[in-house]
């Protein structure tokens, strides 16, 4: 099957056209032995009724969250999507069209863009975001290299407890440009960042980077360390995994963070094996002519009336090549779509009581059960095990409920597992995580 | 107004998707919110779904007609795709599923990746990056990973003058040296041009190939030469793919690192700007460097493997965007090994056909024979005061999408058009038409032109201003 409208007279006309006898004439200017005498090798042409047979055959293979009790979470989270949000973000207009660079044929997006930059700054208390990066690591990584960039340090703390594929990335981009960094660990009882050894780390640092919740669901207090990194002229720059915890707790804006970073993921736009999703990164205005990527402001059409138009491109790649702030084009452009239109349809009241659900659920488990940690957590938290975390979690595998043993990354935690809520999560469910999983809590008594 | 702001005062039931429930908050006070979502809407889902919609009627899709964006590959976008990368077994599944749960989604990714490799001559493919420029990044990390290897210092990138921003963006980024070097009278990298830059320092020289100007670099194998001889290594930036799919390969051209953009060639729509996708992939000796985990096929099995211990390690988290993937699978096996090579023809075709009946009214200053798209220049109406903007903005009150303008830098006032394959004679002829039209006027009553859009819902939008007033939230 194919999309190519030609009929052989088409052909021929337009060949005629152009002084030509074949089609494959239009191609002399390759050197013949560099040409293909062959065929591709790959399985030939199918209509869409097989397309569709092979596609099903092959999906069938994967299993849905449908198919378990579900508790895994660790920075990919199961939410509900309103129907609504798949019927608007699935309009041509929206997924056909091309990176908006012609504005008066591009309001829709422009406008949508900026929405979702308001949206987000509010929800950060902000000044200024852009309009999205590929995923919560590489915002972070781009975080790192403004950080950098400004205080012209190189120097870079990351805590333990980020996410272990953020700091594989951070790790990745970091090499390449010479930067060093110096992982802060995270206390024992708290799971919170250990302000001791920040301290002693901090001097000559660009930034201190720190999730919250973290990577075991633990809460930060940011006030108990922001003065004391920007005391040693460090940026502070959080990174928010799970952003529905922003409708409860301390956003960004409310600590002083220089930069906030992180993934919107559960802002509507479905687990998908790990992508797409979307990461937003936002600064001050004093840091906008810094901050990578698009950014879209308020302005008016030749008849006055508001319009929206890409602002300060110069900072681009397409406009300043190698002195860019970043070399990102396209970025998540559809998934801040359907995150505007996602915070558009909770609305304020409706994003605070989906998060106290999902703060509400995890807290039913966590009366039952014994935290590793003895920090605050928001939708998810390790539990304390009398044994190896592999064989728990397999033991409850078996079972049919899925949870995630991170002791892969921390080979340290190897007597917890992370359990993670959501709206999705029934009560019964839970309470049948509760009852398989007791055996294996670690007794208080110990 | 064009579409009343969401932010603007408004108030009425909104609609509740789930109910609060009723206990007592476990977190302490001092770590609770204080300032309030001020901005947020409180609107019905029917209000918002009006709002959105309206909006969305204030965009251009390819859908509504023809999108000749140079170097972006504007293709029809199969509905078919679309749906069956929503399907529940593909968006309802976590990375972190044990991978006998999710078969499906790796024999998707590993089979990709096989396909990827045959239709471009390379090894091996990652699925990782998340766009071009994502690739491209990629693939100068794993440069680097290789000369670290190999204990050599290389730090120059060079790139043509011709090329797309990313290049040197992506090189400066992985901490290289760029270098332009000027294209020849041919609209072509000579040789002669990279001589001097043939050291212990060169790293690579990044290529597309067709060019920006939809040329194809005929001394290739003499450029890649002279750069293994070097030592340095050949990168193909694939955003113009389409214009030899099927007919030539970049691994038997002689580059080393490949990145392709599966929204462009392989249709997986733009997204107004992404999610986009950009594979990379690399000849045998650069396999040990890609990201990890690698995708492998055992047993019957499909399995996540970490262990690659000369990887660059992660560029992303997770494994890729992965319901795009879905979409460049779908349309691979739908076109088969038939039709890839027909993408390339008529894309060649129309492209020459365009160029051919546009060069009795336009100036084209590199007239050969050429891929899948071609550079004119507009400097010729300067005089009238007119610039490429206006034809690209006059052009919209014709039903059109504009060409790239001012794009590649080389070519003054440059207007840049892709058709791609998917556009009929009878489309391309209407564009020929408008295109007479809006040259007339600039002709008879040029500030007709300056004005444009003028029948256009939204009229000319003052950018510089967007940028003097800074309004980056309501």
Not at chain 1, 92 to 106: D, I, N, R
Not at chain 1, 241 to 256: D, R, T
Request: net charge negative; glycine share 6%.
């Amino acid at each position: 099957m194919d999309y190519i409208p030609h009929l052989p007279e088409d052909i021929r006309h337009m060949l005629e056209a152009l002084g030509l006898d074949s089609v494959d004439q239009l191609f002399s200017d390759i050197p013949d032995n560099l040409k293909l005498n062959k065929e591709i090798d790959i399985p030939g042409s199918i209509n869409e009724i097989e397309l569709t047979r092979i596609i099903r055959e092959i999906s069938n293979l994967n299993k849905t969250s449908e198919d378990f009790l579900w508790f895994l979470g660790g920075g990919c989270y199961r939410h509900f999507v309103p129907q609504a949000l798949n019927e608007i973000s699935h309009r041509q207009e929206f997924y056909t069209s091309y990176t908006p660079y012609q504005a008066e044929l591009s309001q829709g997006t422009l406008q949508t863009f900026f929405e979702f930059q308001t949206l987000i700054c509010d929800l950060l208390q902000m000044e200024v975001t852009n309009d999205t990066m590929y995923d919560g690591a590489t915002a972070t990584a781009e975080a790192m290299f403004m950080a950098c960039s400004i205080t012209k340090k190189n120097k870079v703390l990351v805590g333990r407890s980020l996410h272990p594929e953020y700091r594989m990335v951070l790790n990745t981009y970091a090499r390449a440009r010479g930067i060093n960094i110096v992982e802060v660990p995270f206390d024992g009882d708290s799971g919170r960042l250990s302000l001791e050894s920040l301290d002693n780390l901090l001097d000559d640092s660009a930034c201190l980077i720190f999730q919250t919740p973290n990577f075991f669901g633990v809460i930060e207090d940011p006030d108990l360390f922001e003065p004391l990194v920007h005391s040693r002229d460090a940026f502070l720059i959080p990174v928010i995994v799970e952003p529905l915890s922003l409708a409860l707790i301390k956003p960004p804006g409310e600590y002083n963070a220089d930069i906030a970073c992180g993934d919107l993921q559960s802002f509507g736009l479905g687990m998908r094996f790990g992508g797409p999703s979307a990461g937003f990164l936002a600064t001050s205005m004093k840091y906008i002519r810094r901050l990578p990527g698009r950014i879209v402001g308020m302005t008016e059409d030749a008849e006055g009336r508001v319009s929206y138009a890409f602002v300060l491109q110069t900072r681009e790649q397409h406009i300043r090549r190698a002195s860019a702030t970043s070399n990102i084009c396209s970025n998540e452009a559809l998934c801040a779509i359907k995150v505007a239109i996602y915070l558009s349809l909770l609305g304020k009241d409706g994003l605070k009581d989906l998060a106290l659900l999902n703060h509400h659920l995890a807290d039913l488990a966590y009366k039952e059960l014994r935290s590793y940690f003895d920090g605050p957590f928001f939708n998810e938290f390790l539990i304390s095990l009398d044994s190896p975390s592999s064989k728990v979690r397999n033991i409850l595998k078996d079972k049919n409920i899925l949870t995630l043993d991170i002791s892969r990354w921390y080979p340290e935690l190897d007597r917890s597992i992370l359990v993670t809520f959501t709206e999705i999560n029934r009560k019964d469910d839970i309470y049948t995580l509760i009852e398989e999983i007791k055996p294996y809590v670690r007794k208080i008594s110990l | 107004m064009l579409e009343k702001s969401l932010f603007e005062e408004r108030k009425s039931r909104s609609t509740r998707y789930v109910d609060p429930p009723e206990t007592e908050l476990g977190i302490p006070e001092n770590l609770i919110r204080k300032t309030d979502l001020k901005n947020f809407p409180g609107l019905s889902e029917p209000e918002v779904v009006r709002h959105f919609t309206n909006l969305s009627a204030l965009n251009y899709g390819i859908d509504n007609n023809f999108y000749p964006l140079g170097s972006c590959s504007m293709k029809y976008n199969p509905k078919i795709n679309e749906a069956l990368a929503e399907l529940d077994e593909f968006v309802d599944i976590h990375p972190y599923m044990d991978e006998e749960y999710a078969q499906g989604a790796l024999q998707i990714m590993y089979e990709l990746e096989r396909l990827l490799s045959e239709i471009t001559g390379m090894y091996e493919f990652t699925l990782h990056p998340s766009a071009g420029a994502h690739g491209e990044l990629t693939g100068l990390f794993i440069a680097k990973a290789y000369f670290d290897d190999r204990k050599e210092r290389r730090n120059l990138v060079i790139v043509p003058d011709s090329a797309h921003g990313t290049n040197p963006a992506s090189a400066a980024m992985a901490g290289f040296n760029v270098v332009e070097v000027k294209s020849d009278k041919r609209g072509l990298i000579s040789p002669s041009a990279i001589q001097p830059y043939l050291n212990e320092d060169l790293a690579l020289i990044m290529l597309t190939n067709p060019n920006t100007l939809g040329l194809f670099e005929e001394d290739i194998e003499e450029i890649a030469r002279l750069t293994h001889n070097a030592g340095g290594l050949l990168y193909y930036d694939g955003a113009n793919l389409n214009g030899i799919i099927g007919i030539t390969r970049p691994g038997d051209m002689g580059f080393d690192i490949v990145h392709l953009n599966l929204h462009k060639t392989f249709s997986t729509p733009h997204g107004g700007g992404g999610p986009g996708s950009g594979p990379v992939g690399v000849k045998e000796y650069l396999a040990p460097f890609l990201p990890i985990p690698r995708v492998i096929h055992s047993d019957n099995c499909y399995m996540l493997d970490y262990n690659l211990p000369k990887s660059i390690g992660k560029i992303k988290c997770f494994y890729g965007n992965f319901t795009v993937l879905v979409k460049a699978y779908c349309y691979i096996r739908l076109l088969g090994r038939e039709n890839l090579r027909y993408i390339a023809e008529m894309a060649t075709l129309n492209a020459n056909y365009l160029q051919e009946r546009l060069s009795e009214i336009l100036d084209i200053p590199y007239k050969r024979l050429c891929k899948h798209e071609f550079v004119a220049s507009l400097k010729f109406l300067k005089n009238r005061g007119i610039r490429a903007l206006d034809i690209a903005k006059a052009l919209i009150d014709k039903g059109f999408h504009p060409p790239t303008v001012y794009f590649p830098l080389i070519v003054e006032e440059a207007i840049m058009i892709e058709p791609t394959e998917t556009e009929s004679l009878d489309t391309l002829d209407r564009f020929v038409e408008a295109l007479k039209e809006i040259l007339d006027t600039a002709e008879s009553d040029p500030s007709l032109v300056k004005e444009s859009p003028r029948s256009h819902r939204v009229k000319r939008v003052d950018e510089a201003k967007a940028s003097r007033m800074l309004r980056v939230r309501w």
